[in-house]
């Protein structure tokens, strides 16, 4: 009855469509596409801030197939009418993106193994230095729990969080590397701060529990 109507509105979204990985097919959309009586597409971008949306247009508008794809072509939207920059440096609306590029040497066309190490390295270094600087969304202060970063695998996650736990920076992974994978020691660890909680009284298991990196305090905090 519902296909009978007429009435069948699909969304759908082309860029959205080339993850494969995750079941998406972007040829039934595109087929969907022009299959369509009528096509709309909406020029308001209700979430993102205008300087985002700038640096976007700046970035795929200078490409003549930015989606590799005749059939996928770049949209630009426009903020929401009370869009405004949140983020802001030292009173200045924050650039929307910016981009670090790895020092290379001769006609080297992509970064060593060595290179990569030293990224999260360099992540960390800028998100720490945003988090001491007068960097303030919505008016406050920037926090840790305001940053995301984004990694291709777990293990490039986990080496994230240890360049920032070296700048004593907390955060959270968000994966689905196993607990208990041979790399981590945070199963040892986790079972030495499980031992206090269960006896908190007995010192020699609070004293092993306050030491991991889970809690992290040094030898000199503890004495």
Do not use: C
Not at 105 to 124: D, E, F, T
Request: proline fraction near 5%; charged fraction near 20%; glycine fraction near 6%.
């Amino acid at each position: 009855r519902i296909y009978a109507s007429g009435d069948l509105f699909v969304i759908g979204d082309p860029k959205q469509a080339i993850y494969a990985f995750r079941g998406a097919d972007v040829f039934a959309y595109m087929q969907a596409a022009r299959d369509a009586a009528a096509r709309y597409t909406m020029a308001v971008n209700w979430r993102s801030d205008p300087s985002v949306l700038r640096a976007l247009d700046a970035v795929f508008s200078r490409a003549s197939l930015p989606f590799v794809m005749e059939s996928i072509g770049f949209t630009r939207v426009s903020p929401r009418p009370e869009a405004r920059d949140a983020l802001t440096i030292a009173g200045e609306p924050a650039s929307g993106v910016e981009v670090l590029f790895a020092p290379r040497s001769g006609n080297q066309s992509v970064i060593s193994h060595k290179q990569r190490q030293r990224l999260p390295q360099a992540v960390a270094a800028q998100i720490s230095r945003l988090l001491d600087s007068d960097t303030r969304i919505d008016g406050r202060p920037l926090v840790p729990g305001d940053v995301a970063v984004l990694t291709r695998t777990n293990l490039q996650a986990f080496d994230m969080q240890q360049a920032l736990a070296a700048l004593d920076v907390r955060s959270v992974v968000l994966g689905d590397q196993s607990f208990f994978d041979e790399r981590q020691l945070d199963a040892l660890e986790l079972g030495q701060v499980l031992a206090a909680v269960l006896e908190p009284t007995r010192n020699s298991a609070l004293r092993a529990a306050l030491t991991t990196t889970l809690i992290g305090l040094t030898a000199s905090e503890l004495l």
